[in-house]
């Protein structure tokens, strides 16, 4: 995705008759136009200097850009001695006055909201000014100290925000090309900063600890203005306090639910600012997927890190209420936190075993990073390591290049985020296994996964071990406990994962249903039916009886799959349904058909007729 800050940010300085250019560094590395290898930083600067000449530069940083950017502008500054050179992002949370007392290659840092920092440094510049006395800024005194002036107030209004200068950046298009994505996201700076310090995260402090929102209509201008633009497909707002105020996001709801829902979207929230009510009118208004902080299902754990959840909050219901209001709900957990044992690891891993049942569920596992600028940072960052194999995700990517090791490993305390927090070795590769693996077995395999932990009596890590330890594929391992029951329940959802890879976009001469059918010895569906309730199965066994999984879409995203439990009838009838014959040809080889077809339309099984392009064919599985 394009940077939705940089693109704020130039549309301000023009509007306010400044000259600026953008040059997405990430969009060139990924495009080919940057090597990734050690020539990467000098690449870069040259291709930065090649289309200047500038009054100023600046980087925008994370902190796993950080290493990258530094030594970035060390190659500039060796070529250009006088030309200013600036940074600012999220990066810079914490280590602000460290960078001008440590890298001469940085004059001033612009520290949180940059709209108003940045106009009155270049106007100060544009007279000879020094950087003195303007609010929001580190810069270098006299005396080479680092002078750190006052927080800038932040703007009251986010209304008074420029449009995005698009023109500044590839278009949108050639941002998918190059990644490949199907998705067309597009960034939306629908609103900014939070008053929570979870001990995490460096959100907070960035912004100095206040949440503002852009008005409920401008946001839906905003979002309904991507219908226009070329590649775009939908809305990642990247506020992440959706619905901190409730009365905002339902505004914004009903104004997109008014527009028609032109443009599906996504946010970020906390768990405690959802309710049943908003999570409908969000489904409604457009709403697809919604990334949810948990952090841990220990309460303990939660308090520890100073998460603040609401007393009282349910997160499991939060889950469900999600899923029924046919939002796919991210459920973001933090393992090794401060405090966790191995009973509250079990109880966020149960937790999320628990909410992958309810279907249409994600689960994004993370190991806990002490990056500069939070509390664990100034708590544990001296004693933080970066562990051989286990990349942090907050770098994930970055600091791989010889220049960025070389400011790594002459500043380990500024570059914290390529750290983990500091235990046994031992202890970081389990949770890393955990993280990497544990997600897409959940995703896939929620059910199978369950059964087998009611088969021996363990919970989730104790499966997850187990099947590790087997050492094979997932499917593999549940089809080697030899158990019929597990059989049926794995082959039905190997037939979900098919059904939701399923796309057949040739066009047929008839009706054609959609989805894979099953044949199982169980009743499966009272199974998945217990498990999606928290009850342990009943296995009761009975005829062969057929289960069908379809793909389960949102307007134009798919949530997931559903299962039904079909009649050998129906089964007969759908196996028919290849596309190849119209509705009248069917009909005149059995009366009755179109009735029956129809029907089974109603209930999703079958694309409709001739001529239409059907999202999916058929494949029939028996286990
Ligand atoms: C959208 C988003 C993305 C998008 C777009 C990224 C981008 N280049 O901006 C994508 C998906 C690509 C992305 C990727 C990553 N992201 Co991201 N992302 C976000 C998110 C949700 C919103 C960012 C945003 O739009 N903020 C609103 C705008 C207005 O703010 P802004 O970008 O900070 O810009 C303002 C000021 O900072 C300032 N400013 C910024 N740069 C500069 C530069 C100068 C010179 C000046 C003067 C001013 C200035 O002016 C802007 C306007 O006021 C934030 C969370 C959040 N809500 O902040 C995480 C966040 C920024 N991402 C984060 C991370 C870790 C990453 C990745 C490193 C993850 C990974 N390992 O791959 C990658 C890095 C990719 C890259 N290219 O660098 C972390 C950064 C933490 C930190 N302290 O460094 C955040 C804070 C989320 C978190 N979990 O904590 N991200
Ligand atoms: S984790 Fe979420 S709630 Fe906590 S400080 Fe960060 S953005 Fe705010």
Redesign the pocket.
Known sequence: ?P????L??GGWLEREGIDVALLDL?HELAAGRLPSDDGLCDAAAERILARGPYDAI???V????LPAALAILERIRARHRALPL??????T?GVDAALIERADCVDVV?R????IT?TELLRARARGRSPGGIAGLTWRGPAGNAVREPDRAPIADLAELAPYAWHLLPPIAAYKEITGAADGLV?V?SG?GCVYDCSF???GRFWSRRSRVLPAGRLADEVEALCSVPGARAA?L???LFAANRAHAAAFCEEMLRRGSPVPWEV?ARADHLDRELLQLMGRAGCYRVLLGIESAAASVRDACDKSLRPGTDLLAVVRDCVEAGVTPILSVILGLPGEGTAELDASLGFCARAALLGGVNVSLHLVNP?P?CALGEEHGGAARAVAGIPP??????GETAPERAWIDEHPDLFT?FALLPGPSSAHATLYAIASELPEVLHRYPRTFAVIGCVLRTNTRGVFEHWKRDGRSFEAYARVQRDPFVDDVLAVEQACVRAAALSDRTPSRGPRARGILVQVHHDVAAAFEALRQGREPVRAEGRPSWMCAVPATHGRALLGTRTLRISDDVARILAALDGTRSMAELDALRPGFAAAIAHLEGAGLVDSGAGATAAERMETTTP
């Open positions: 995705m940077p939705p800050g940089l704020r940010l990430a600046g980087m925008s994370m902190g796993a850009t600036w940074i600012g992002g999220p990066g949370t612009v949180g909201e940059g709209e940045t960034p700076d900014r995260c460096t959100i990642y990247c506020h992440d970020r990056q600028g995700d907050m770098a994930r990517g970055a985020t």
